[in-house]
Structures are given as C-alpha cells and as structure tokens.
T-cell receptor, first 116, second 116 residues
Framework: EPEVTQTPSHQVTQMGQEVILRCVPISNHLYFYWYRQILGQKVEFLVSFYNNEISEKSEIFDDQFSVERPDGSNFTLKIRSTKLEDSAMYFC??????????????FGAGTRLSVL | DQQVKQNSPSLSVQEGRISILNCDYTNSMFDYFLWYKKYPAEGPTFLISISSIKDKNEDGRFTVFLNKSAKHLSLHIVPSQPGDSAVYFCAASADAGGTSYGKLTFGQGTILTVHP
C-alpha cells in the first residue's frame, strides 16, 4: 500500500542551525502539507502546498520556514535558524484532488526534531 | 485555538464492549470531519470520515455520527479489541467555497485503552 515516507526519523541540531526535513508523498497525490506536534500539545497545521506554490500557511510558518518540491517526488521543510521552541514532531501529509468532497490526508511517521 | 475539542483525555473499555469517543467543534464552516488513530512513534492513520451532508458513516466495526446542530461528532467502535488501544484524534476541515486547500484542525486526542 502506498505510504508517505519521512526522513530522518530523528534529527538533533544546535540552536541557530538550519535543518531540512524530507518527505516523499504518495505518488499520485497533488496536495502536500506539513503539520507539527509539540510534546503534549495538539497537531497543528503549518503549511499547504499545491501546484508548486504555498496555498495556505499558519502564523507559526514565519520567515524562518520554507517549503520546496525540488523534483517530482520530494517535498521538504526547511527551518533556517532553529530555536528551542521548534522542537517537535513534524508530520508530512498528502492527498489527491478532492473527490466527492473528501479531504482525506495520509500522514508519514514523522520526524522528531530536537533543538539543543 | 479551541475550534475542535476532545474533552476526554482518556477512555478505558473492556474487550468486546463499545468504545465511544466524542468530539465537539465551534466553527460552523467545517464541512468534513475525520478520525485518525495514532500509535506511539507513528504518524496519524486515517480511520473514517464523514461529510456534513451526512449524519452517519459506517465502516466495519467503526461508525461515526455527526450532529450538526450540536456541533458534535462521535466515533463508535464495536466490538472493541485490544489492538484498538491508541490515541484517537478528531479533525475537521472547511471547504470555504472551494478555495480552501484542506487545512485540518485537530482535537487534543483521546487515549483509548482496551483491556482483554
């Protein structure tokens, strides 16, 4: 069964360093998302990406964050200068074009980002 | 952001009995609702969904009920099995006239434990 894959599973970095989290969405999907979950808190939306551009972003997604789809398969989230409060699980998700009003998103296993 | 709330942090049920997980929402623009299951160290796994034009959707042991007037949905699992033990998240999205790209808003999650 097709699945969303994320690498690495755990990333440890020093405050102020840049990190890139990688995702390979399901191959025929067209909409891509990043969410994050800080320990003990809700899963929060960061950004959605469609047709090679950002379609929506949350207030969390400030100038330190960027997303890219550098080729036909990868979808990346870059944090330019990490802060302690960026420590969280980051989930990538993808879905097909809506069918009959459905919005079913499929999630990867996540990358645990630890900022020291 | 309390647009989606799951007021019960945990639920404990005996194997074979019914599990009922509840979710309330405040945003009347939400028109699609989903339940995800999450095991430790894994991403959310899609379980079942319902559109706002329906009040019930069933898939095997899982049934989701939607009460739009009360802005309430519930997930029923019958019969419950020990393998159902996980964190269950309710999520919602708004189509916003077709311009939304499907951002999901999550509840806090309910930890379900099914005892043999």
């Amino acid at each position: 069964e097709p699945e969303v894959t994320q690498t690495p599973s755990h990333q440890v970095t020093q405050m102020g360093q840049e990190v890139i989290l990688r995702c390979v969405p399901i191959s025929n999907h067209l909409y891509f998302y990043w969410y994050r979950q800080i320990l003990g808190q809700k899963v929060e939306f960061l950004v959605s990406f469609y047709n090679n551009e950002i379609s929506e972003k949350s207030e969390i997604f400030d100038d330190q964050f960027s997303v890219e789809r550098p080729d036909g398969s990868n979808f990346t989230l870059k944090i330019r200068s990490t802060k302690l409060e960026d420590s969280a699980m980051y989930f990538c998700a993808s879905r097909t074009r809506k069918a009959l009003g459905k919005n079913i998103q499929y999630f990867g296993a996540g990358t645990r980002l630890s900022v020291l | 952001d309390q647009q989606v709330k799951q007021n019960s942090p945990s639920l404990s049920v005996q194997e074979g009995r019914i599990s009922i997980l509840n979710c309330d929402y405040t945003n009347s623009m939400f028109d699609y609702f989903l339940w995800y299951k999450k095991y430790p160290a894994e991403g959310p796994t899609f379980l079942i969904s319902i559109s706002s034009i329906k009040d019930k959707n069933e898939d095997g042991r899982f049934t989701v009920f939607l009460n739009k007037s009360a802005k309430h949905l519930s997930l029923h699992i019958v019969p419950s099995q020990p393998g159902d033990s996980a964190v269950y998240f309710c999520a919602a999205s708004a189509d916003a006239g077709g311009t939304s790209y499907g951002k999901l808003t999550f509840g806090q999650g309910t930890i379900l434990t099914v005892h043999p």
